[in-house]
């Protein structure tokens, strides 16, 4: 498989394209020919729903009864982060216990965790930066990246290497819904997935963008709901999450 495979003549006879439009007709029109470029994998995480819960998960025991809590409400796409040592176990009974669910790796950073993520069963990946060489492993090991990107340098070496579907991270911190607008008309073919210090509020005015075609976060997994085992909470959050509309459309 080819991640983000595309060809920068289709990108760019896009690009002509929608300035030759104008602005009314340029969303839907690239919006749907953006998520038809999308790896398949990231075609169903889009089809899913608008918010990929970002998953710490330090207890074993509490991955299964958090993700259900997170099915249960209709966030069957998770993101199990690679920053504990149960990480990958994670991954790997998530995949065994509920395989209609969509698992994939947060946080990855080194080119020696791709082998281990693949083997544990992770549907993609996701990079909170962009490292060519990490991307090039990914597609070697047919694991879809989501890479992460925080400036327009960035975007454009992911871009140059076939990556469109982009993590803006830390979103918050380097300027969120304005930074997404100011990338929107250069990188007119680029759908971000903004992630890092979103709560439920900020992730409506994320998803009125119609080049988000969703946003990641833990809000809906409060620290202090995990340590209590609040899985009704939990459950509540991500309910709402999942009820957010937004303007992306495939
Ligand atoms: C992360 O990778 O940590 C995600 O960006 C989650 O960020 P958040 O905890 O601020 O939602």
Known sequence: MVNQ???IDSVQSRAIESSAQGKASESSALSLTREQDLPAVFKRMVARGPVVPVIVIKDIEQAIPLAEALAEAGLTVLEITLRTACALDA???LRTRFPELL???GTLRQISQVSAV???GAQFAVSPGYDPDLGETCRKHSLDLLP???SASELMRANRDGFYFVKLFPAEAIGGMRLIQSLASPFA?????PTGGIDVSK???YLAMSN???IGGSWMIPATALAKEDWLLIRDLASQAQALERAFTA
């Not at 073919?189 to 997935?193: K, N």
């Open 203 to 205: 992730a409506k005015d």
């Open 189 to 193: 073919e680029t759908i971000f997935c």
């Open 91 to 93: 991954i790997s009974s």
């Open 118 to 120: 693949v083997d544990a």
């Open 148 to 150: 992460g990107i925080a």
């Open 103 to 105: 698992i994939g790796a």
């Open 212 to 214: 988000v075609a969703c």
């Open 5 to 7: 495979n595309k060809t």
